[in-house]
């Protein structure tokens, strides 16, 4: 013991210093592994987690970026923020152009980077983009994209040019949305656009968003024109954390090009089925579009079908063979471009090689999204109607690179008024290795629109209806094509259209006007204001009859004058259509009328057609086959009987009609009956934001998703039941035989349960719910279960003799009060 005392005496002092000396050590190891090892620990969890899960946006990836990437010390002048930006975030400030002489400019991480003062810099029409990589933050792409002719380059360069995460800042510059498509603008959401498409012409745009980011997480700012002749400059400024959003991979749409090796053969058939065999420098072709799309498209070349069903992906829109100077298929191609963008043909186009000639065959619809730089390549390929193809109008090509004019070997055929298809084409020829073009265009020279052109170049805002694409087409009627139709009485009926303030809002509703099968110009008269020369200008490029009115600021009034004055105007007609401006007329607005016209005829309870239904909702999901009896009129686009206009309206128009039509007209007579399709045959244009009248109701009433009718000529299943005692006697059979939906509760929404419920049961597609009454008239047990059904419930719409009748998905439904007469208590 005395020995251990003495070397603790030597080494440390004594004893008492050694215990000190092993207080401190423990304390001190103690320290180390609490907080220094466990601090270490947790920070490995967390870099090994992130390393299982990289991200774009990760702190450690953003970090060390952060450290790699050069921060300017100085601002650039015009690049200053009044904010200070940390360490993770990056300076930006994007200003739009301001009319023709204020430039647009964009700064990122102090630095200008578009500007009209900067040297070579690209600054023009349209859309002026910078790409920033989201890794090193260089620019990786300055460029202007001229979309106020055409979107081809900008889209192909947001879909080809950049990798997910790119960051892109744009900034618009006069006008930018007359060539740019539905593309351009679902690709621009997918940067994490949501303010896109609300951009109109001349409107001044700004964004700064990222490859792959969400819709709505792009930085944004979108000021409309108004009335001024160019928009006020759009500016966004700040700071800018990346990503902005999280980024997904962007998947764009895949075509199959099938290569020499990978083409598949169909049915072999000796020289195409021609009668002569071709010379030596020649091959056979048969080329074949199809009657419609439940058909098939074909080429054949040298007795072997390349395209046909199921074969090498043939189908919608445009399917094209390549063939070698050795006349061997070298390539096949097919191209949806009723779905998806022209970028992928536009690809293939553009790389053929030199002489090879190119088969091309249309089907069932091909026009929809083939773009105008699309278009000018197949012209280089010997096309001379490429540009006339329209809506399901076909079309076959046989052309060649290089070729010197017009190729003799093409046709287009087109689908004209009573069809729903153009006639197919048909041909089988023999066509040489050497295609020898035609120096002078096959057809007529493009029809040239000069009073389309002298309207345009007076007068602004009309964007595609003005463009270059579309300034030259004819704005003529629609022919009738269908003879049974033509002695119909509604196709000499006048038609009143009431012109309010917007002229777009006209010109689109004149639109759906002219595109009526069957419709007379003579017949159409537009009451507009006289003091309004531009709208008295659009309606002569129409062809329509102008009627003028003093200047009012009451609708309503103006209204009235102009029933008043149309029926003076047409004394012999017995029954009138009216249509307010902004409706938009669907295929079969006139046609389905003309199917109703003999039972409005001959059944005198019946004084108006209404061809809106105010119940029609998209997830209602109604038939178009269907026709009502209502005892309400809500007339957006009406057929009406001069018996009924001076019985109930011309002395008392102030009395039943000062509200807007959908408010409900109420008349004195209580024995009218109208007639109303399940789904609309107008939609009505949705509410301009100086729209005085709009209340909440109203725009909830319009806002929701509706369903409009879009087939040409529907089938109507019910038109003999119309009238008044057969519709009766049909709803109360309906009715006897019906399920009885019992207990419905107050909803907010669709009642899921019941709806489940019904479509598991397959006993019967008819049913009824009877809601309580006081009295006829009384519905205010049913206003808590129309939600349920997905109908509004603020007002009853539709309802006859206490019935509300509707269809949605193939059932059909009656809410039927239990004091209506159509009701009996037996069943």
């Known amino acids: 013991m005395r020995k251990i005392k003495r070397l603790l005496h030597k080494f440390f002092g004594g004893v008492g210093n050694f215990f000190a000396i092993i207080i401190l050590v423990s304390i001190t190891a103690i320290f180390v592994n609490t907080y220094v090892l466990s601090t270490r620990e947790s920070s490995s969890a967390l870099r090994s987690k992130n390393s299982q899960e990289p991200s774009l946006g990760s702190n450690e990836t953003r970090q060390s970026s952060m450290q790699a990437i050069s921060r300017p010390t100085t601002v650039d002048p015009g690049c200053e923020i009044n904010e200070k930006c940390s360490s993770d975030s990056f300076a930006f400030k994007v ?51 001229d979309t106020y002719l055409e979107e081809t380059f900008f889209l192909r360069a947001l879909r080809l040019n950049l990798t997910d995460g790119d960051i892109v800042i744009m900034a618009s510059f006069d006008e930018i949305t007359s060539g740019l498509r539905e593309a351009s603008i679902a690709l621009l959401e997918k940067y994490g656009s949501q303010t896109i498409k609300l951009v109109k012409y001349r409107d001044s745009f700004v964004m700064l968003g990222q490859k792959g980011i969400p819709r709505g997480k792009a930085i944004e700012m979108h000021v409309k024109k108004g009335g001024r002749e160019y928009a006020a400059a759009a500016r966004i400024a700040g700071c800018a954390t990346f990503p902005l959003g999280k980024i997904t991979p962007m998947v764009l749409p895949n075509v199959e090009i099938h290569k020499q090796g990978n083409i598949t053969i169909g049915t072999s058939i000796e020289n195409c089925g021609l009668t002569e065999v071709c010379k030596s420098d020649e091959f056979s072709v048969h080329v074949y579009t199809g009657k419609d799309n439940n058909d ?20 919608r829109g445009l399917n094209i063979a390549v063939v070698s100077h050795n006349k061997e298929v070298i390539r096949i191609g097919h191209f949806d471009t009723w779905q998806d963008d022209s970028t992928n043909l536009e690809i293939f186009l553009e790389n053929l090689e030199d002489d090879a000639i190119i088969i091309v065959v249309t ?12 278009r000018n390549l197949f012209f280089d390929l010997g096309s001379a109607t490429i540009q006339n193809l329209k809506y399901r109008d076909v079309w076959v090509l046989i052309g060649q690179k290089g070729i010197n004019g017009f190729s003799p070997f093409e046709e287009i055929s087109y689908a004209g008024t009573g069809f729903a298809y153009a006639p197919p084409i048909d041909k089988k020829i023999c066509v040489p290795k050497k295609l020898r073009g035609q ?127 149309t029926w003076d105007l047409y004394l012999k007609s017995d029954k009138l259509i009216v249509i ?108 301009d934001e100086n729209e005085a009248d709009r209340q909440k109701s109203t725009e909830t009433l319009f806002n929701q998703k509706r369903r409009t009718n879009l087939d040409p000529f529907p089938p109507l299943s019910n038109i003999d039941t119309l009238r008044q005692n057969k ?80 269809s949605s998905n193939n059932n059909s439904f009656y809410l039927v009060g239990s004091k209506s007469p159509l009701l009996n208590t037996k069943s």
Request: with cysteine; aromatic share 10%.
């Open 296 to 315: 098939e498209p074909k080429i054949c070349v040298n007795g072997q079908y390349v395209i046909s069903k199921g074969i090498n992906n043939a189908g």
């Open 727 to 806: 519709y009766d006697e049909t709803i109360k059979t309906s009715l006897s035989s019906a399920t009885l939906l019992k207990s419905l509760d107050k909803c907010s929404s669709i009642n899921t349960y019941m709806h489940n419920l019904i479509q598991n049961q397959n006993i019967s597609h008819i049913f009824k719910h009877v809601y309580s009454q006081q009295s006829v008239a009384d519905v205010s047990s049913l206003l808590p279960v129309l939600p349920c059904f997905g109908l509004l419930p603020q007002e009853v719409f539709g309802l006859y003799h206490g019935v509300l009748r509707f």
């Open 580 to 687: 307010e401006e902004n409706l938009l007329l669907s295929p079969d607005f006139l046609y389905t009328l003309a199917l109703l016209s003999e039972v409005f005829r001959k059944d005198k309870s019946i004084d108006a057609i209404q061809m809106w239904n105010p119940n029609s909702f998209d997830i209602v999901n109604g038939s178009i086959e269907l026709i009502y009896r209502v005892d309400d009129f809500y007339g957006l686009g009406y057929l009406m009987k001069r018996s009924f206009y001076d019985k109930s309206i011309k002395d008392s128009f102030k009395q039943c009609c000062s509200k807007r039509v959908w408010e409900k007209w109420s008349f004195s007579d209580l024995t009218s009956s109208f007639l109303m399709p399940d789904v609309s045959r107008v939609f009505r244009r949705p509410f």
């Open 363 to 374: 089907f069932d619809e091909a026009s929809s999204k083939l773009s105008q730089h699309s």
């Open 95 to 145: 200003t739009s152009g301001d009319g023709l002489s204020k430039y647009p400019s964009i700064c990122f991480n102090n630095k200008l980077l578009l500007d009209k003062s900067l040297k070579d810099s690209k600054v023009g029409r349209g859309l002026n983009i910078v790409v920033i990589n989201s890794t090193t933050f260089d620019v990786k792409l300055t460029e202007t994209f």
């Open 439 to 565: 120096p002078i265009r096959p057809d007529p020279i493009p029809y040239r629109n000069d009073l389309r052109r002298d309207f345009c170049s007076r007068y602004e805002d009309y964007g595609d209806f003005c463009s270059e694409t579309n300034v030259d087409k004819s704005l003529s009627a629609v022919p009738l094509l269908n003879r049974t139709l033509e002695d119909n009485p509604i196709y000499s009926t006048p038609i009143l259209v009431i012109a309010g303030t917007s002229s777009n809002a006209l010109r689109m509703c004149l639109e759906t006007i002219l595109m009526q099968p069957g419709v007379n110009a003579v017949n159409v008269i537009v009451a507009i204001d006289e003091k309004s020369t531009e709208l008295s200008a659009l309606v002569q490029l129409f062809g329509f009859k102008n009627l003028t009115l003093p200047s009012t600021t009451n609708y309503m009034e103006f209204y009235e004058k102009a029933m008043k004055r």
